[in-house]
């Protein structure tokens, strides 16, 4: 498939800690934003010669129901765990993130992810270049997670206030969601926050899907690690289960493909890079 964009989502069972994890999509893409990332030109990824091309600021928030590990309140090596992480996937395709900050809230409303734009209007701290990222204790019924696409939005707006990553706490390296706590969560979501969509965006259509020519086309997110999923038969490609943008168990994701990084490098340069 080619690029555009969507957003995640996890699922497990009950609070901080779960029996059983499972991920979800809780985004779409709206037309405006699949008009506007259509229209982005995609550089070839094998005239780019390598290293890291844009560093990015990014804060840490840490909004916890109180001071427990339990209810949120992730310690300093974990968040440093799951930089480490983050700059693994990224680093191939031209992204360093560099931790500015880490800010600390106790507050059992915020915690859940309700009244999200008062929260994010209270923390969010930099520009629209800047990655800002809220560990919440829980946030839905189930594990849950999302960040919205880059536009155009100016200072002010409340989508540019409502910009920045949400996520379980549970997730991160050492958490306690099984199958998804070494970290990738935030990857999938950081995508996100660069622009491109799930791999099963639009499904199994072989003109648009998630505008992604090296993904194949998928049905819907993988669960577990389902190896030789083929998910659209009559589409070349098995379902592309070890992908960043899939939703497998995160032990299963380790990549992004050439097109994808070419696809971020190119959507954070349109969208986020210099902008106040």
């Given at each position: 498939?080619?690029?555009s964009s969507?957003l995640l989502s996890?699922?497990a069972a009950?609070?901080?800690?779960?029996?059983h994890?499972?991920f979800?999509?809780?985004?779409?893409?709206d037309?405006e934003?699949?008009?506007?990332?259509?229209?982005?030109?995609?550089?070839?990824?094998?005239?780019?010669?390598?290293g890291?091309?844009?560093?990015?600021?990014?804060?840490i928030?840490?909004?916890?129901?109180?001071?427990?590990?339990?209810?949120?309140n992730?310690?300093?090596?974990?968040?440093q765990?799951?930089?480490d992480?983050l700059?693994?996937?990224?680093?191939?395709?031209?992204?360093?993130?560099?931790?500015?900050?880490?800010?600390?809230?106790i507050?059992p409303?915020w915690?859940?992810?309700?009244?999200e734009?008062?929260?994010?209007?209270?923390?969010?701290?930099?520009?629209?270049?800047?990655l800002?990222?809220?560990?919440?204790?829980q946030?839905k019924p189930?594990?849950?997670?999302?960040?919205?696409f880059?536009?155009?939005?100016?200072?002010g707006l409340?989508?540019?206030?409502?910009?920045?990553?949400?996520?379980?706490a549970?997730?991160?390296?050492?958490?306690?969601?099984?199958?998804?706590n070494l970290?990738i969560?935030?990857?999938?979501?950081?995508?996100?926050?660069?622009?491109?969509y799930h791999?099963?965006?639009?499904?199994c259509?072989?003109t648009?899907g998630?505008?992604?020519?090296?993904?194949?086309?998928?049905?819907?997110?993988s669960?577990?690690?389902?190896?030789?999923r083929?998910?659209c038969?009559d589409?070349?490609?098995?379902d592309?289960?070890?992908?960043f943008?899939d939703?497998?168990?995160?032990?299963?994701?380790?990549?992004?493909?050439?097109?994808?990084?070419?696809?971020m490098?190119?959507?954070?340069?349109?969208?986020?890079?210099g902008?106040?």
């Amino acid at each position: 498939m080619r690029l555009s964009s969507s957003l995640l989502s996890l699922a497990a069972a009950g609070s901080f800690v779960a029996a059983h994890t499972r991920f979800e999509c809780g985004t779409e893409p709206d037309p405006e934003y699949q008009a506007l990332a259509a229209k982005v030109t995609q550089s070839d990824p094998t005239t780019w010669n390598g290293g890291i091309e844009y560093e990015v600021k990014t804060y840490i928030h840490v909004v916890a129901a109180s001071q427990s590990v339990e209810d949120g309140n992730i310690s300093d090596k974990m968040i440093q765990d799951q930089f480490d992480v983050l700059n693994k996937a990224y680093a191939p395709h031209g992204f360093k993130f560099n931790h500015v900050n880490t800010s600390r809230t106790i507050n059992p409303t915020w915690a859940n992810g309700e009244q999200e734009m008062e929260m994010k209007g209270a923390l969010r701290t930099g520009t629209y270049a800047d990655l800002n990222v809220y560990f919440l204790k829980q946030f839905k019924p189930i594990l849950y997670a999302n960040c919205p696409f880059p536009s155009n939005y100016r200072r002010g707006l409340p989508m540019y206030i409502r910009d920045g990553c949400m996520i379980p706490a549970a997730s991160v390296p050492g958490g306690s969601a099984p199958d998804y706590n070494l970290g990738i969560t935030t990857v999938h979501e950081v995508g996100h926050f660069m622009g491109i969509y799930h791999t099963f965006q639009g499904r199994c259509s072989s003109t648009r899907g998630d505008d992604i020519a090296d993904t194949p086309a998928q049905l819907n997110g993988s669960e577990g690690c389902p190896e030789g999923r083929d998910s659209c038969p009559d589409e070349p490609g098995l379902d592309p289960i070890h992908n960043f943008m899939d939703t497998s168990t995160d032990a299963c994701r380790y990549e992004f493909t050439p097109l994808q990084g070419a696809a971020m490098r190119d959507m954070y340069k349109e969208w986020r890079y210099g902008k106040p």
